[in-house]
């Protein structure tokens, strides 16, 4: 199998996590979305037509999306199971996934970043506000979702699941912006646990082959 | 079971699809996100802890997330299946839905237009350009997935999926805020048979309780 990532992408940083707890050996190839690779012909006709990362082949099967690539992984190598299948289980592992990859992870990301500072000429100090305005409305939700639903060590129980796949990469993005993350105990708690955990330590930015400082 | 909906939601327009899709009946309990109806203690409470539209409540269950939501209405009520169980169509159908989910609709929905025009001070000009210019974005990579591997009259197939209810709801977004869609065929061919479909035209804002022109 071929992971298309970069190093600091948080929707790579997932499918590498959920890769790692599987224990699945593949090839990183690196896309440098810095430098618009994830916009050449190649890439977009041969890959990802949706032109971004992650992206992996597995076979014939070229798959782009973080969450889609986490479910057909969890289908084709279901051990350990990422998304739960009982039905309460798993609508709990998803709500909060899904808060994280459509409330505040697209809002905060590179590409709009840059249209911000690019097209929009914000200042350094308005771009920062923007981030950490979403950052603390989306947190909010997620540290109350945890306290409402959240039991074990991890977000939903003792072993870790998309939930937490999603949820680590965020924070990791938000302290690497400067937020201040104390108001949300529950999920720096889990961060916490991930940085102890050989998988989530292996999927981590600085140990991929294309991180730079 | 309880829809806790705005007219104008695209997420929650997904969810109202979905169960008219399935033939299960509800109540609809507008929240006027406009109002800010989302944000009350009592909602945030007893209902939906990420402070947002849709969310449901089903016997003991309140869940929100569109995305989770749908899929738990998958799993309790499971026809007509809107997510298919085979692997690789099951990976085509979450692969667009989260191109829709992650890539376009989070960056133009309410709350940030809020943000671009109140905090920022954005001009009208100014932030439709910004919607447009992720529709744009987002539509080239969701008409790219169709040609590439798009099949029957819908998105996937001869009936309707998740795929196709992230992107009616989009499409007619894009299409109130004055977006001109003729560079998508396939996905606007997708749109000219829903506006034949009786579920997705139940769906639709203007036949919502809550409408208001």
């Known amino acids: ?20 707890l599987k224990g699945l ?29 992650p992206a992996i082949v597995d076979g014939g099967v070229a798959l782009g999306q973080s969450i889609a690539i986490i479910d057909y992984l969890d289908a084709k190598y279901p051990e350990p199971r990422l998304v739960p299948q009982d039905l309460e289980a798993r609508a709990r592992v998803l709500e909060l996934s899904m808060l ?30 923007w981030y950490r305005h979403w950052i603390d409305e989306g947190m909010a939700g997620v540290e109350r979702l945890l306290a409402k639903h959240g039991h074990g060590s991890w977000c939903f129980g003792d ?21 201040d993350m104390s108001a949300y105990p ?9 940085k102890t955990h050989p998988a989530f330590l292996a999927a981590a930015p600085n140990r991929q082959p294309d991180y730079t400082a």
């Open 1 to 20: 199998m071929q992971l298309y990532s970069f190093f600091n992408s948080s929707t790579s940083y997932r499918v590498r996590i959920a890769l790692a």
């Open 100 to 129: 994280i990859s459509c409330d505040i992870h697209p809002v905060n990301n590179l590409r709009v970043l840059k249209y911000l500072q690019g097209t929009l000429g914000l200042t350094p100090e308005q771009k920062d506000a």
């Open 186 to 194: 529950r999920a720096m708690a889990v961060l916490a646990l991930a």
């Open 159 to 179: 072993a870790p699941t998309l939930a937490d796949i999603c949820l680590v990469p965020q924070i990791t993005n938000a302290q690497r912006m400067g937020c």
């Open 25 to 53: 050996t593949f090839d990183t190839i690196p896309v440098n979305i810095r430098a618009g690779e994830h916009r050449t012909d190649a890439y977009v006709d041969d890959v990802n037509p949706s032109a971004a990362v």
